[in-house]
């Protein structure tokens, strides 16, 4: 039998820490500089049919898992610079799966992980630069009606990668690849 909440989230969903200590902060601004690497070493040599391979039924591929990525950490390195910039902006959300149906996501993979390299390049300058009292700066998110704060959005980010990263892992062990 498919446990699919496992599938959906292997490593658990995102649980933010009661307290957000500088360690947290310093582990996830390391993770997020090395995720384009582990990302890339992941799917090196991955077949078309790999990549076009769900990573649960009913889930995307490995392909659109990986443009996605690029999209999503796009929208989020854009959203560190509107806090970082202006006071508590209101972010724009959007449709990730209505994106996932959009052409680009039919580009090779090749694409994309060039983007998550500049991207989290450029995202890591940020977040090193970043003096304790910026992680406190928020944005508002109008879906949840929420402000949330840069040093949870960071820790968010962390988990994000982990997530999607084990997507692909634990389909390659189920798959024996």
């Known amino acids: ?7 959906k989230y292997p490593i658990g969903k995102f649980q933010k820490p009661e307290l957000i200590l500088d360690q947290n902060l310093e ?3 390391t993770y997020l500089g090395m995720f384009p690497q582990y990302l890339e070493e992941t799917v090196q040599g991955f077949s078309e049919e790999q990549l076009n391979t769900p990573y649960r039924p009913g ?3 490995v392909r659109q898992l990986i443009h ?6 796009m929208n989020a390195l854009l959203r560190f610079k509107l806090a970082l910039t202006e006071v508590n902006p209101t972010i724009k959300p959007y449709d990730e799966a209505e994106w996932a149906k959009l052409e680009d996501y039919s580009l090779p993979v090749s694409e994309s992980l060039t983007l998550i390299k500049g991207i989290h390049l450029k995202w890591a300058i940020v977040l090193k630069s970043m003096q304790a009292q910026d992680f406190e700066k928020t944005y508002f998110h109008p879906e949840s009606q929420s402000t949330v704060p840069l040093s949870e959005v960071t820790l ?3 988990w994000h990668s982990q997530h999607h990263l084990a997507h692909i892992q634990h389909l390659m062990i189920r798959e024996k690849w």
């Open 156 to 158: 968010m980010y962390q």
């Open 59 to 61: 889930g995307w591929t």
């Open 68 to 73: 996605h990525l690029s999209d999503s950490h």
């Open 27 to 29: 582990e996830a601004i």
């Open 1 to 7: 039998m498919i446990d699919i909440e496992l599938l």
